[in-house]
T-cell receptor, first 116, second 112 residues
Framework: AQKITQTQPGMFVQEKEAVTLDCTYDTSDPSYGLFWYKQPSSGEMIFLIYQGSYDQQNATEGRYSLNFQKARKSANLVISASQLGDSAMYFCAMREGWPSYDKVIFGPGTSLSVIP | EAQVTQNPRYLITVTGKKLTVTCSQNMNHEYMSWYRQDPGLGLRQIYYSMNVEVTDKGDVPEGYKVSRKEKRNFPLILESPSPNQTSLYFC???????????FGQGTRLTVV
């Protein structure tokens, strides 16, 4: 069974609009971490945002925010005011495996295209 | 500049010819790992290392070996590459297991 599900293989968004990229996860560990990474067409992996399972507040980093709903096991990425440079693949990832958290699982990714 | 360096960036090889992809980080990170990226599958963890001389298998370790003799280096070894190991490979390091990972530029490997 997939531990990380990203149900949107591809998405389009108008420039300057907000967009939400979905991520649901499955774990029985009480403690885990959730990450989002961006992969532009050039291929590098860029860290965007992190949410710990015990964090009380949703994480935010500039235009990126993470809508964390623990009971629903979802960790959606919200990008506000989309820019052309946001066009890329976006991966949701989870670290689990108490106490070392050495297991890392990535979702299949969502391809985001920003339209001028 | 803080970075993770992989070499080579591109490699075409033949089935059965042993190869090594090097990975080096200059951030004194304890945690390092290797991933392969295939279309539609995202990144899958091959091996990881929590510290020098401590390595463990990820989800897809078959056909790969690693070593961690020094903190900064974490080479990936394919003893007898096969065409199903054609993929994009990433090395990553992080200060702690639950902090952000810094990725290398990737190595695109083709096995013919």
């Amino acid at each position: 069974a997939q531990k990380i599900t990203q149900t949107q293989p591809g998405m389009f968004v108008q420039e300057k609009e907000a967009v939400t990229l979905d991520c649901t996860y499955d774990t029985s560990d009480p403690s885990y971490g959730l990450f989002w990474y961006k992969q532009p067409s050039s291929g590098e992996m860029i860290f965007l945002i992190y949410q710990g399972s015990y964090d009380q507040q949703n994480a935010t980093e500039g235009r990126y925010s993470l809508n964390f709903q623990k009971a629903r096991k979802s960790a959606n990425l919200v990008i506000s005011a989309s820019q052309l440079g946001d066009s890329a693949m976006y991966f949701c990832a989870m670290r689990e495996g108490w106490p070392s958290y050495d297991k890392v699982i990535f979702g299949p990714g969502t391809s985001l295209s920003v339209i001028p | 500049e803080a970075q993770v360096t992989q070499n080579p960036r591109y490699l075409i090889t033949v089935t059965g010819k042993k190869l090594t992809v090097t990975c080096s980080q200059n951030m004194n990170h304890e945690y390092m790992s290797w991933y392969r990226q295939d279309p539609g599958l995202g990144l899958r963890q091959i091996y990881y290392s929590m510290n020098v001389e401590v390595t463990d298998k990820g989800d897809v370790p078959e056909g790969y070996k690693v070593s961690r003799k020094e903190k900064r280096n974490f080479p990936l070894i394919l003893e007898s590459p096969s065409p199903n190991q054609t993929s994009l490979y990433f090395c990553a390091s992080s200060r702690l297991p639950y902090t952000e990972a810094f990725f290398g530029q990737g190595t695109r490997l083709t096995v013919v």
